[in-house]
């Protein structure tokens, strides 16, 4: 009898403990980064796809960019102003970028009548005909973000955007929190940066950057949702003739470019999330949302089901997860209807668990364990010239860089600035393989604040006469 009641014990705790396996716990950002940035440009100016979007594409960044649809020149006609042309923000949409709502005209939303659909001027006609005509030029997009005109809101005209939109934005000086319900999502706050006079170089509107940087870098330690207002973008030699006409606080390109490379290092650090209103208000939504259930968990297979209950033709969006799965799986083949990919897995707190990505809604999600011979070389690529993001980044006045090496190499390590001129030499000579590590203190170098690159070259034994290998990244000095 004893025996039996061992035996069934061991049983239970053996079904017990597989039902733990598929455990999900969805992370607040994609790719489980910290905290989370969008960046806006309004009114659909000329200078978002002459100059934001080459230089966003650049960084792989994607920006949501709010238009009023009747300023918007077709090929045939003349420009109305400063606006640009439909055919450039079908570009821009191509190229993966958001299109939002500016409404039709810019009035104020809060002194118009509620009107309906087909009568100008009034309230529904604003923002209904605006989201009619965006989709209709730009198919391949749900028009799901509104940008209020001068930031005016009311209840009555959250209200009506609610009716159409999944979102509006607004102005504020705080960054969004990770969770967001009911009318918050109406009163989304973005920042404008506004420049104090004179702007005579480039150098003078440094401080609003920093300034900006570090107003971030507070809603990244808050695991926030951080956003930023634009409207005219131009090459610093014209911003003089935008400022004597009297345009609203234009931006540089050195200086949003400026503003992307130290978001490039936090993205690259898994600090920040770089993304489209709409797209991390489908994040935040659906992981609201979400729901799963466990259909099979054994040692050999873990089945999941994921659901939503929100409409699959806006939520589409690639939640991050971390799964528990059996201690024994290194690799794992993660399938969800024609989507593979082949992942290693991390022991957190004694406990195995993969970091994945589910659709909600999209088919099951099945998850098995493979063995290193199972898994190919095009899957985990193998480099052995590696050098690694600085930390601290950004610093002062010190920082550590390091690399790693798959053979002995003739190493130059060498610190240029934005103009490509050397200004530091912190390593020439050969080096065994493995990792190293290399310390950069500014002090003893006479350099200001900006962005730098390091540079790691190589001529190697093992590769040959004339074989060089190099990588360069950017790292930014505050003093």
């Known amino acids: ?150 930031t005016l809101h009311n209840s009555l005209v959250d209200s009506a955007a609610k009716l159409f939109y999944e979102n509006g934005r607004t102005l504020g000086q705080t960054a969004n929190d990770s969770v967001l319900s009911g009318n918050d999502w109406f009163s989304l706050k973005a ?34 949702w951080g956003m930023i207002i634009i409207h005219d973008v131009v090459p610093f030699n014209e911003l003089q003739s935008l400022i004597n006409n009297g345009i609203y606080e234009p931006v540089t390109n050195e200086w949003l470019g400026w503003l992307c490379d130290w978001l490039e290092v936090k993205s690259l650090n898994k600090e920040i999330w770089v993304e489209t209103v709409g797209n991390i208000t489908r994040y935040i939504k659906e992981r609201e949302a979400a729901a799963y259930q466990i259909l099979t968990s054994n040692n050999q297979l873990i089945e999941i089901n994921v659901t939503d209950n929100l409409d699959n033709e806006i939520y589409n969006y690639p939640l991050t997860a971390y799964v528990k799965i059996p201690e024994s799986w290194h690799y794992v083949k993660v399938q969800q209807n024609t989507r593979i990919d082949t992942l290693p897995t991390l022991l957190d707190n004694s406990v195995r668990k993969v970091l994945l990505n589910v659709i909600p809604d999209k088919g099951l999600l099945n998850i098995t ?3 290193p011979t199972d898994i190919s070389t095009e899957d985990i690529p193998l480099n052995d010239f590696i050098l690694f993001q600085n930390y601290p980044n950004p610093f002062n006045p010190e920082t550590n860089i390091r690399y790693s090496l798959g053979s002995r190499e003739f190493i130059s390590l060498k610190v240029y600035d934005v103009l490509g001129k050397e200004v530091a030499v912190l390593v020439s000579e050969y080096q065994d393989a493995g990792l190293h590590t290399v310390n950069f203190n500014t002090d003893q170098y006479n350099l200001s604040s900006g962005i730098y690159l390091y540079r790691l070259q190589s001529v190697g034994e093992s590769y040959g006469s004339g074989s060089n290998f190099s990588q360069t990244k950017k790292m930014i000095y505050l003093r």
């Not at 997009?141 to 209020?148: D, E, G, H, P, R």
């Not at 940087?213 to 507070?218: M, T």
Request: hydrophobic fraction near 35%.
């Open 369 to 371: 364990p493979v063995t």
């Open 191 to 224: 920042k404008v940066v506004e420049f104090s006079m004179p702007r005579d170089s480039v150098d003078d509107d440094l401080g609003e950057l920093y300034s900006f940087i570090n107003w971030l870098g507070n809603a990244v330690t808050k695991k926030q």
């Open 1 to 150: 009898m004893i025996k039996r009641l061992i035996i069934l014990f061991l049983i239970i705790t053996y079904f017990a403990s597989a039902q733990n396996y598929g455990t999900l716990s969805f992370t607040n950002y994609a790719d489980d980064r910290k905290a989370a940035f969008s960046l806006t440009f309004d009114d659909g100016l000329l200078t978002h796809s002459t100059n934001v979007k080459p230089l966003l594409n650049q960084y792989g960044f994607k920006g949501t960019f709010y238009v009023l649809p009747p300023y918007l020149a077709e090929d045939n006609q003349p420009l109305i102003w400063r606006y640009g042309r439909w055919s450039d923000f079908q570009m821009i949409a191509a190229d993966g970028h958001e299109v939002g709502s500016h409404t039709m005209n810019h009035d104020t939303l809060p002194n118009l009548d509620w009107g309906n659909i087909n009568s100008p001027g009034t309230l529904l006609y604003e923002l209904y005909q605006s989201k009619l005509f965006i989709e209709q030029k730009i198919p391949s997009q749900k028009c799901i973000s509104l940008n209020y005109p001068y």
